[in-house]
C-alpha cells in the first residue's frame, strides 16, 4: 500500500466517481481504477461499490477512510515539523523552461538560487515544447504566450514585449512595409503555430490577424533571428531574442504603430505542489530577480 493509494481513495469518496477524482489529483481515471482494484486486492476488502450510474462506499470502505485520513494528516504534520527544524532547504526540483529565453535569462538565475541552496537539485529541461507537468513529472514548467484551459496553477512572471523587424541588406531589396496589410508583400520568417494563424496586430484600436508568408518556419526563436539578420525576411520575436542584434545594428525596427501584443510569462504546476517548500522558494526569488532585471 502507497500513500498514493490514500490520497487517491479519499478523492474518490469525496468526489463520489472516478472521474471527478482523477481530475481533482491530476490523474486519468484508468490510472485511479487500477489503484483502487490493487487496493482492495491488498486489503482483502471491498471498499466502494461501482455500477454505471454511481459510486457508493461500503462500510468498510467509510471505516478505512477515517483511519486513511488520520494517516495523512500524520504525515503532512511529520513533514511540516520537520520541515520548519530544517536549516536549508533540501530534496530535487524539476523545471521545463523555453529555450532561448531559459539560457538568456534563467540560467543565471538558477546558479544564483544554488548558491543559496546547495542541497536542493535541480534537473533543468530546456525545450520549445509544451511539456504534460504532471504525467512527466516535472515540479514547475515556464511558459510564453497563451495558456491553454487546465487545471494546473499558473502565476504570471511579467509580460515579453514583441517587435516586428528585418536587416538593413532586405530592407534595402524589399523596402519598409508602411502598414500591415502590406506585409503580404514581404517574406516573413514564421514562429510555430504563426505560419497558419499568422500575426495579430493591433489596428485602429483592435487587435487583427494579418496573413503572412515566407521561407522560413521554425519552433526556435534564434533561428529566425539569424535568418533575419542574414536578410531572409522579417520576424516578429520577443525582444529578448532580437535586442542585441537591434543595438548592434544588425536589425531595424518597423511597423512600430501596429504593435504585437506583449507575451505572458507564467509559472505553472499542479496543485499538489503548492505545500512544496522548494516551489514556493523557487518562485519568490524568481518573481524578485526578474522584478529588477529591466526585462519588461
Known sequence: MQTEDLTIFLAVVKAGSFTAAAEQVLLSKQYVSRRMAALEASLGVRLLIRNTRKLSVTE?????????????????EAEQAVSERRQELHGSFRISMPMSFGMSHLSPLIAGFLRQHPAVQFQVELADRYVDVVGEGFDIAIRIGTLADSTLIARRLGELKRVICGSPDYFSRAGH????????????LRYGREGQNGWE?????????????????????????????????????????VGPAIQRGELVTVLEAFQPAPLGLYAVYSQHRQRSEINRTFLTYLEEQLKTSQLF
Open 60 to 76: 468498510a470502505g467509510q471505516l478505512f477512510s477515517r483511519h486513511a485520513q488520520r494517516i495523512l494528516d500524520d504525515i503532512h
Open 177 to 188: 512595409p508602411e502598414n500591415p496589410s502590406a506585409l503580404l508583400n514581404h517574406a516573413c
Open 201 to 241: 496586430l493591433l489596428q485602429d484600436g483592435k487587435r487583427k490577424m494579418f496573413d503572412v508568408r515566407g521561407p522560413v518556419v521554425s519552433n526556435n526563436g534564434e533561428v529566425l533571428r539569424d535568418a533575419a539578420v542574414a536578410g531572409l525576411g522579417l520576424v516578429l520575436l520577443p525582444e529578448f531574442i
